[in-house]
Each structure stands twice: as C-alpha cells, then as structure tokens.
C-alpha cells in the first residue's frame, strides 16, 4: 500500500498529513498564551532512571517559536508536496518520511532531556539521509545522502560526547536545570564541552568548514529542500547554540568560534549565492549565509544581538520556504530552473510571481515586510557586540550580497523578455500555490504587525529561554539611528551589485575557482578511510583459523595467568581414590594425545571424540546425566560434522617452522594449565548453595517438575533458553547461507 | 555410504532414535531429559539416515524443510512465553492445567519449541555440509 499509491490513495496520504500537521500547529499555538505568561508547558516519562535520563519535554518561548515553524510549514510542505509529486509511484513512503522527520525535529526542538534531545538530533539526521537519498537510483543523490548523513551523525557523536560531559559537570541531564543552574562556564570541562558541542551544531547547520554537504543536499526532492534544508534541520544547530547560550555562552571563546565560523559562512556564501546559475542552487547558498548570520549573532551576550538572531530566524524560514516553493513551482511549470533560461514568466504565472516578489521583499530586508525589520535589527545587534566593527562589515557585505540575489530571483525570471523555456509555462496546482503564497504574504503581515503577533513570543524566548532581562522592540520606525544608515548602504551596494554583476563575476570567479574545494577534500578523506579499513581488515582477518584461535586462546591465557598471579588463590589438590575415574583419566588423556601425534584426519577426530566421551563420562560419575547425555550428543554430532569435512581434505602433514609450532605449543600448554589451577582453586573455595538451594525447594512445589536441570532450563531461566535457542538458530542458518554461498561462486 | 549393514539398519534405527528423542522430550520435566536433548537425538537419527541414504533421501523423508522447522521451534517457544501475557503474569511464567493424571503446561510447549528449533538447527548444517562439501 505504501508504495505504487498511484491511485488517489498517495494524494489522500498527502492532506491526511498536512491536517495532522495543521493539528500540531493549532495544538501549539494553544499553548502560546501560557507560555507568553512564563509558564512552560512539561511533560515527562522516566526512561533509564538509574542513569538518570527521562524521556522529557518542555513548550517554552524558544521551542515554542521552532514548534510552530516547523508544524506551520510543515503542514503548507506536505500540501505542496501532494501537488508536487503525489503521482509519484512512491509518494506514500515520501510522505511517511517527510512524516517522521517532522516529528523527530518537533522532538529535538521540544526535548528537556540532553539524551533526549540527542536521540531526536540523530533521527532527523537518518530521516534527512532517507528524503535526500529519496532518487534513490541516481548515484549523485545516494552519494550526497551519505555526505549529509555522515556529517551530521558524526557531529552528533561529537555532540553526545559533549552531552555527557555537561551531564557530569552540571550534576544531571535536565535542561531545566542546567540552564537555570549556575553556567558551566567556570567549570573544568568548558572547553571540552564547548569544542563538542559546537561541533555538533556547525555540522549540523553546515558552518565552515562543514558547509559543504548542504548544497550537495539539493538533490533532495523539492520539498525536502524547502523543508529540511531550509525552514527546519539545518536550524537544529542554530536552535541548539541558542539553547545552550545561557549555560555556555558569553565567554571569549564562544564569541570567538561562533563569530568567526559564522562570519566566514555568511560571506563566503552569499558570494558563492550571487554565481550559482541554478536557482535552487542559489537558495541553498543563502540559505548558508543566514545560518551564519544567526550563528555570528549568537556569539552576542546582549539582548539586541538575540532578538537579532531570534527574529531573523523567524523571518529566514519565511522567506526561504517560500522560495524553495517557488523554485519547484517555476521548475514544474516550465521544466529549467536555470536563471538564463528563464524569462517573462509574470504573465503565465501571477501567484508564483507575487509570492517570489514578496519573498524575496523580505530577503532583500526592504520595508515594510518582515525582513527588514530583521535586518535592523541585525545591525542594531551587531553594534553590542564584541568585535562590532568587523561583525558589521561581514553582516553589511552579506546582505548587500543577498539583496542582489533576490533582485536575481525575484526579477530575472518572472520580467522583462520572456524566454522560450522546455514546457510552454503554466501556473502550478493550488496545492503548490498555497504554500509559497501564504508564507510571503505572511511575511509582510507579520512585518506591518511585527510587535502585536510576535512581539510577546520573541519576548518568551528571550526572557524565558534565553534568560535575558528583555528583548529589544519590533519596530518598522526605530528611529535615524546608526542600524538604518547602515540599511541604507546595503540597499545602495546591493542595487551595484545587481546591476554590475557580470564585472563581479569577472572580479570574484578566478579567486573562486582558486579556492581548494572542501567536496573534493571529503571524497579523499572517504577514500583514506577505506584503504585504511581494507589494510586493518586484512591484517586482523587473516582468514586462518590458526590465527584466530591463536588470540582467542592467547588472550584466555593472558586473562586467567594475570588473575592467577594477582589473586593467588588456594588450591586444594584431593587425588581421586577411584579407580574408576583413574581409568576415566587414562582414557581421556590417551585421546588427546592421539589427536596431537596423528597424521591420519580421522584419527584425529577419533582422538578429539575420545576426549569429549571420556567428560562426559566423568558427568555421569559426578551424577549429572542430563549434562552428561548433551555432552555425548554433542560430541557425536560434532564429530560427524567433522568427518564430513575433514574426509575429504589431505592428511596431516606438518608445514608449521619450528618456531610457530614452538608458540603454539606454549600457548595451548599455559591455557591448559591456567584453566586447570583456575578449577581446582574453584573446588577450594566453598560454595554457595543459595541458588541451588532455591531450586530444590522450589523446583516440584512452583514448577511441578522434579528434574532441576529442566525446570531451569524451560521455567525458571526459560528467557535464558530462549536466547540461546536464537543463537544455536543463527549459527546454523549463517553457516547455511556461507555454505550455500560458496557453493554457487565455486564451479 | 555403500554399506549394506548401515542402509539396513538406518531404517530402523532413525525410527527408533525419533520415538526415544520424543520419549526423552516428555519425560523430561521429572527425569533426565527434556527438548534441548530430545533434540539433539532426533537429529541424530536422521543425520544417520542422511549417510545411509543420501541428504536427498534424508529431505524427502523430513518433508518440512529443516530450517522451517527451526524457526516454527522459535515461534512455538515465543508464544508459549507470551501465552502468559493472557493471565496477566510476566512472559515466559509457566501456566498450568492438572487433570487427575495428566498435567499440560506452557512450560511443556516451550520445550516442544526448544526440541524443534534444535533439531531444525542441526540438521539445517549438517545438510548443508553434506551437499557442499
């Protein structure tokens, strides 16, 4: 059912989805007024209370604007998505992924738990590898999947490590109390916590040096790029460094890394976004460049600088959601997303026109949308900080860089000549105008009534998750102050760039093209790695069941001889006055010594069978005869399996130097002996009956049964039993399968 | 194997392994014995007959592939574990029903379930040892 949903059902599955999500949103924003009122909704479920972690969430002002975000848009992508693709063979399993990653990512952004929060941050890595690796029959996207995943996920190794030592530094993994604690910033483990945990984030919203994988991850389905990679995932690293800012923030070296990474990220791609001749292409870089705006913002300690980067992430996953939908609309309507190749589109595509120009309105930061109240607020931020001047010039530079690529999308495609495209252009379906419609339009109601609709919630998170004494005011009119004057020279330099942007082009593309490439760089790392894995491999596996029994019994012997010397324990040496368990002996050592001396296969078995009989008669002595029957049957069964290989092999012939015989024999004797002292030191010792004692009272008067073995085996440690029944089942369909295998690749 | 004395006597002897592996399984729970053993016999009966008259021979007279009979051992043993799920008692309590003489058990099932996922085990790698190698 899941998959070929070709017939409507898919469809179906796709609103079913987007109400769900739309339930969320409603259920969210329900709890707004409480939360607004400095109430934090909680909830929790013990999960390893001996390790103290619980399964543990909280709605404050922080998670709350990220809940909304990703419901909100969740609902409008799915909608989209319907339209999109909802004839696709595999939409129903799209959407399940879709489905579950929007739930682990309400889950990363809602976790009071740091392992908790840790879980949901590796779920949407693997959902993120599952939606980009969706075309799963082209290489490249397969390839890219796995750079995305392996990034994230081994920043979040880096990040569960760091996890733990802010468990053991603040005494618990409760945000709550972390955050309200007293800051781990004095404590021995900062700087190891702070490099894990900014590992983890910049992996995961693609700061430099980590950025690469991002573009890569364009060759996701549109949606997922709308979704994922714009509005939600790759926010994790930035929603986590804004978490975490009152516990580890506001140190030199926090402002240090995150201004620095976020600087370089913001810069180098909102360059890289003005040479991107691919739309969605150009959308991935400014998607970069905003992800380090935010990150170089949260370097700040002072409220101006977190309203900045609050608000601006609110204003991003608008404006770029949008976009990305726009992209896939144009790209649906007219088969290119190249910008040569597209042209005049306006007229064939009203909706999809004004939701670009609004979008990109917004990205541009021209008033009265959303966007330039952010950007305002970004320079105002960017003055308290430390290293103000530069963090200016990096924010001016940017966003001169980004209005020029908003005049690029808004305006290339959809005005001036019309361009002959592949398909005759047509407007997309409603389901993939809804999205991008209502988010721009959105974009400027929530600018002309910024105060009024989120003034109240950027205060919550301010206040009550970032634990600042207040949030700076949403305001279109802050007044002739320094913030709008620098607005002024962005708009100026970004209408230069536009226009000139063929002579920088010319200017920028050489030192490009210089640039050594990261991409390429993790290819040659991948490579590395797996002729570092092949040389390991064949070092370890040597493929000789010599050399594998040599470190098995080696390391026994190593263990028991250690412990012997160490512990001394008493032996207690009592020579049997039976001559029935002397023959026994007899019998049982001349067996061992025909295996060694033999060169006949069959001998040799014979030897190693007289060796398992004779035990087994020392069982029945000892008065066990369930043990001593398994015994015999195992040993005779085991001796057939033998025979049937080892019949049709060579004799034994000796091809062992005499130095390997050498250390094997040393080997096998220290094990013989070291296992020997370790028994009779066992017999020494007196034993403890308890358990023993527990079944014989027990074993008729609970379990009806007057054989103790049995009634362990099959009652009182049935689930024991049953794991080795897995195991003995295991064993012998993987040997199957090896068998079989070889069989075939034989001749 | 070309031995006359031996596809005689596997005949009656596999015969008589299966009816003393069952004797074994049954007896179990008051004397030695029990499914891991019965098991283990069992196979050995027909590891017998597969020498004397070929694995071919062996399957034909198995007629249920070992390794269904390995994995219905599983099943078998996993519901009767659960089975206890239905009086509300942790799995894999034993449930117990005594009738005058006759006293049936879950915690007999399980063994049944133990006896066939060894015996199916088994005689899965022989087999397979035997075609192969």
Redesign the interface.
Known sequence: MLDGASDGAGRMLGYAASILAALILVGMALMAPAVVDDRPVLFALDWAPSLGISLAFMVDGLSLIFGLLISGIGSLIFLYATGYMGDHPQFGRFVLFLFAFMVSMLGLVLARDLITLFLFWELTSITSYLLIGFDHDNPRARRNALQAMLVTAGGGLALLAGFILIGTAAGGYDLAQILTGPGLQDSSLYGPILVLVLLGAFTKSAQFPFHFWLPNAMAAPTPVSAYLHSATMVKAGVYLLARLHPALGGTLAWSVALTTAGAITAVLASVLAMRQSDLKQALAYTTLMALGTITMLLAGAHPYALTAAVTFLIVHSLYKASLFMVVGAVDHGTGTREVAQLGGLGRAMPLTALAAVLACASMAGLPPMIGWIGKELIYAGAETMTGAPLVAAAAVAANALMFAVAGIIALRPFFGAPITTPHHPHEAPWQMLAGPVILALGGLVVGVLAQPLLGSVIGSALTGSLLQDRAAGLHLWAGFNRAFVLSLLTFTLGIMLYLMRARFAALVDPVLRRLPSLDDGWDRVLDGLRVLAAWQTRMLQTGRLTAYLMAVFAVVALALGLTIIRGRPEIAVELPRSAFLWLTAIFTAAGAVLALNTHSRIAAIAGIGTVGIGVAVIFIYAGAPDVATTQLMVETLSAVMFAIAALRLPGITERRSPRRQMAHGVVAVTTGLCVTVIILSVTASPLDRSITSYFEENSYALAHGLNIVNVVLVDFRAFDTFGELIVVLLASFGAYAVLKRKRKAGP | MNSLILSVGARFLTGLFLLFSLF?LLR??????????GG??G??GF?LYSFAAGVEDARRALRVDP?AI??W??AI??LS?LASALASLD??T?L?L?LEDL?L?T?LV??I??YL??F???L???F??????
């Open positions: 074994v179990g729970h008051n004397s030695p014995g029990g499914g891991f053993i283990l016999i196979a050995a590891v390794r390995g994995v051992g599983m043993a996993v574990g799995p894999f034993g117990w005594i006293a058990s915690v399980f063994d379930g133990v996922a060894v199916g085990a088994i899965t790698l022989v397979a040892l035997e075609e192969t190698v």
